[in-house]
Nanobody, 121 residues
Framework: QVQLVESGGGLVQAGGSLRLSCTAS????????MGWYRQAPGKQREMVAV???????NYLDSVKGRFSISSDNTKNTVFLQMNSVKPEDTAVYYC???????????????WGQGTQVTVSS
């Protein structure tokens, strides 16, 4: 079955940088988009950044200019480069993909297990 696995989370000081990665594996026919979402304690999950198959991107307003999403389509991998991080960036970051499995006729959303990012001040 299809799996998404994130890595790269950890503890970082405010103003520092971190790079998250997520790889989708399994029997995948195509991927329409991959993205990053985050959820802080007591808050709702929010979209951070998304990259589409045509390489267009969308960002949460509060991370524009600081975060950058990119992908390696040959490896079904998406990255989130996080620069100038702030304490309010602290959250569990989840990778998600809208994809079609090889034996499926339609696309569905898949989610990773999440990786903790903690920004200290």
């Amino acid at each position: 079955q299809v799996q998404l696995v994130e890595s790269g989370g950890g503890l970082v000081q405010a103003g520092g940088s971190l790079r998250l990665s997520c790889t989708a594996s399994g029997s995948i026919f195509s991927i329409s988009r991959m993205g990053w979402y985050r959820q802080a304690p007591g808050k709702q999950r929010e979209m951070v950044a998304v990259i589409h198959s045509g390489d267009s991107t969308n960002y949460l307003d509060s991370v524009k200019g600081r975060f950058s999403i990119s992908s390696d389509n040959t490896k079904n991998t998406v990255f989130l480069q996080m620069n100038s991080v702030k304490p309010e960036d602290t959250a569990v970051y989840y990778c998600a993909a809208l994809l079609r499995a090889t034996m499926s006729s339609y696309e569905t959303d898949y989610w990773g297990q999440g990786t903790q990012v903690t920004v200290s001040s």
